[in-house]
């Protein structure tokens, strides 16, 4: 079976840094897309940024373009988010994800993780 579990949340000052990460199991990220989305109260789930399978090229929401990095450690099973520079309007729930294949549209992806929640002030 697929697992996803998120950790590395909390609260962090605007201008600082924090690093998420999501454990995997069950998954070989040869083929597999993997994704963070967040959900902010009151709003839908949106996509933050995708690594995809093989050479693990990336997508990025333009909101985090240049702050964020994602990235994928095969040696220890776990994708990561880099969050440079936050701001305010970063707060949210942050969920991991993946699918089979490559994509990143919200409603192919299979399996999530539980969330990390991220509060910038």
């Known amino acids: 079976d697929v697992q996803l579990v998120e950790s590395g949340g909390g609260s962090v000052q605007a201008g600082g840094s924090l690093r998420l990460s999501c454990a995997t199991s069950?998954?070989?990220?040869?083929?597999?897309?993997m994704a963070w989305f967040r959900q902010a109260p009151g709003n839908e789930r949106e996509g933050v940024a995708a690594?995809?399978?093989?050479?693990?090229?990336?997508s990025y929401a333009d909101s985090v373009q240049g702050r964020f990095t994602i990235s994928r450690d095969t040696t220890k099973n776990t994708l990561y988010l880099q969050m440079n520079s936050p701001k305010p309007a970063d707060t949210a729930m942050y969920y991991c994800?993946?699918?089979?294949?490559?994509?990143?549209?919200?409603?192919?992806?299979?399996?999530w993780g539980q969330g990390t929640q991220v509060t910038v002030s």
């Open positions: 994800a993946a699918r089979r294949g490559r994509g990143w549209v919200l409603s192919s992806f299979s399996y």
């Open positions: 069950g998954l070989t990220y040869s083929t597999y897309s």
């Open positions: 690594i995809y399978p093989g050479l693990g090229t990336t």
